[in-house]
């Protein structure tokens, strides 16, 4: 069974920074895709970014720029680097881990941005 598990959300100011952690365990198989996306109040889940098990990264257009996907194959981890945070960037951040065998997805992270 593969677990997915974010850290890092909270609350911070507009302007401010956020790096979001996700630790995935279990039987898990390369090559494979991992990444965030994100819900807001009332919307829709949309992607973030992800990034693959060789490096690729796709990013949505409204996070280019500010946000950076990154990770640690050794410790099947991924990270997103938020900067220059928007009120619009609140949200519940949700990892996503997708293999041959599956997709699985973390509980979420909460991520508030005060103006």
């Known amino acids: 069974q593969v677990q997915v598990v974010e850290s890092g959300g909270g609350l911070v100011q507009a302007g401010g920074s956020l790096r979001l952690s996700c630790a995935a365990s279990g039987k898990i198989f390369s090559p494979n895709a991992m990444g965030w996306y994100r819900q807001g109040p009332g919307k829709q889940r949309e992607l973030v970014a992800t990034i693959t098990s060789g490096g690729s990264t796709n990013y949505a257009d409204s996070m280019k720029g500010r946000f950076t996907v990154s990770r640690d194959n050794a410790k099947n981890t991924v990270y997103l680097q938020m900067n220059s945070l928007k009120p619009e960037d609140t949200a519940v951040y949700y990892c996503?881990?997708?293999?041959?065998?599956?997709?699985?997805w973390g509980q979420g992270t909460q991520v508030t941005v005060s103006s």
């Open positions: 996503h881990l997708r293999h041959w065998s599956g997709a699985y």
